[in-house]
Nanobody
Framework: VQLQASGGGSVQAGDSLRLSCTVS???????IGWFRQAPGKEREFVST????????NYADSVKGRFTISRDNAKNTVYLQMNSLNSEDTAIYYC???????????????????WGQGTQVTVSS
C-alpha cells in the first residue's frame, strides 16, 4: 500500500488549496486521514473520511474551512482548504487505516500506512 500526497504550496492568508492523496493497491476504500505537523509542534489530526465517504470528522481548528472528500474510482482523497491562515502552515500527511471501516477515528495510532507529506505555507 502506498499513499502519495500532493497539492501543497505557498499561499497568502485567505487563499485556498486542495490537497490530494492518491492511494495504491487494496487501500482504495479504506479510511483515509489527514494529519499535519508544524515546525516544533507535534503531529495533529486534521480530518478523516470513511471508505464509503459517508462518515467524516474534522479537527475543531479546521471545521467550517476544510472539506474532505473522496473519489474511489480515482483512488484519491481530497482535502479542500479554504480561508487559510498562518496557523495552517505545516507538512500535511495522508494516512490509511487498514481494512474497510464504516466509522472514522482521529488517533494516528490507528493509521498504519503513511504518505510522504506535502508542505503548506501560508503567509500573513
Amino acid at each position: 500500500v502506498q499513499l502519495q500526497a500532493s497539492g501543497g504550496g505557498s499561499v497568502q492568508a485567505g487563499d485556498s488549496l486542495r490537497l490530494s492523496c492518491t492511494v495504491s493497491g487494496r487501500a482504495f476504500n479504506w479510511v483515509i486521514g489527514w494529519f499535519r505537523q508544524a515546525p516544533g509542534k507535534e503531529r495533529e489530526f486534521v480530518s478523516t473520511i470513511s471508505g464509503s465517504g459517508e462518515a467524516t470528522n474534522y479537527a475543531d481548528s479546521v471545521k467550517g474551512r476544510f472539506t474532505i472528500s473522496r473519489d474511489n474510482a480515482k483512488n484519491t482523497v481530497y482535502l479542500q482548504m479554504n480561508s487559510l491562515n498562518s496557523e495552517d502552515t505545516a507538512i500535511y500527511y495522508c494516512a490509511a487505516r487498514q481494512g474497510y471501516h464504516t466509522n472514522v477515528v482521529t488517533s494516528a495510532r490507528y493509521y498504519r500506512y503513511w504518505g510522504q507529506g506535502t508542505q503548506v505555507t501560508v503567509s500573513s
